[in-house]
Nanobody
């Protein structure tokens, strides 16, 4: 059974940093794209960052230059380094992974990120 386990959320002051991790376990298939969505109260879920199996990355405009997504394919783990955090980054962050062929999407349990002003 495929599981994605997230860690690294928490409370930080504006301007601070957090690093999220997302580890995939239980899969015998290759992992394609990995990334994070976030959802703030009263707002739609938005894609924050994505990284392909080959290391190509893409970010939502609001986090460019502040967030960096990376992955360790050997450990089937992705990371989201979040710097210069702003109160508007406050949300529940959900990691995801596309696994197998045909592609199936798997989700982490979500982790709360709270940035105080």
């Amino acid at each position: 059974q495929v599981q994605l386990v997230e860690s690294g959320g928490g409370l930080v002051q504006a301007g601070g940093s957090l690093k999220l991790s997302c580890a995939v376990s239980g899969s015998i298939f290759s992992t394609n794209d990995m990334g994070w969505y976030r959802q703030a109260p009263g707002k739609q879920r938005e894609l924050v960052a994505v990284i392909t199996s080959g290391g190509r990355t893409n970010y939502v405009e609001s986090v460019k230059g502040r967030f960096t997504i990376s992955r360790d394919n050997a450990k089937n783990t992705a990371f989201l380094q979040m710097n210069s955090l702003k109160p508007e980054d406050t949300a529940v962050y959900y990691c995801y992974a596309g696994i197998g062929a045909p592609l199936n999407m798997y989700w982490g349990q979500g982790t709360q990120v709270t940035v105080s002003s």
